[in-house]
């Protein structure tokens, strides 16, 4: 076999392992099951409000669906760093809404000022009132195929309630 046959063949290996690694990470993803599309997103909002209030916490809605990669991505995002765990652990009541072809939630979707004109996923602070502190174009989290640790760090952190309640001089 001559030079160029191997590097033709070479290069068609390569380009078949690449794609035989996307179809596995798709399949991997269409797997994975974040959002429950049976759920009613205002119960979910008013339970996880009257959660917070009682714990002196924020909501944390992440706002989107099993079909979106983004948002499977976002989830094993925050799972693979303790840090992002721990902070939305501490500080956070956390909810998935679903929103898709079966459930788009459009009440929990105008109770909150209508998020998903953001695309997906979006996040909302809610606080323990119930009112909507902040909405996140999570696209502003990304950089390249992936989420920015330090923006994603720095929305979370800036959204906590010690974050917001401001230090008054004794």
């Known amino acids: 076999m001559n030079k160029i046959m191997k590097k033709v063949l070479l290069s068609v290996l390569t380009l078949l392992a690449i794609g035989l690694y996307a179809i596995q990470t798709a399949e991997a993803q269409s797997n994975v099951k974040l959002y429950d599309p049976s759920l009613d997103g205002m119960k979910q909002i008013r339970e996880a409000v009257a959660q917070a209030k009682k714990s002196g916490k924020h909501v944390f809605i992440q706002y989107g669906g099993n079909w979106c990669p983004w948002c499977i991505k976002f989830d094993a995002f925050v799972k693979s ?20 072809q079966t459930n788009r939630n459009y009440e929990a979707n105008e109770y909150l000022g209508n998020p998903i004109r953001f695309g997906f996923p979006v996040f909302i602070i809610l606080n323990g009132e119930g009112k909507v502190l902040h ?30 309640i401001p230090v008054r001089k004794q």
């Open 135 to 164: 909405i996140q174009d999570s696209a502003l989290l990304e950089e390249g195929e992936d989420y920015n640790r330090q923006k994603v760090y720095s929305f979370l952190n800036n959204w906590t309630p010690p974050a917001i």
């Open 81 to 100: 760093d303790t840090g992002l765990t721990r902070i939305i652990n501490q500080h956070y009541v956390p909810v998935k809404l679903n929103y898709d």
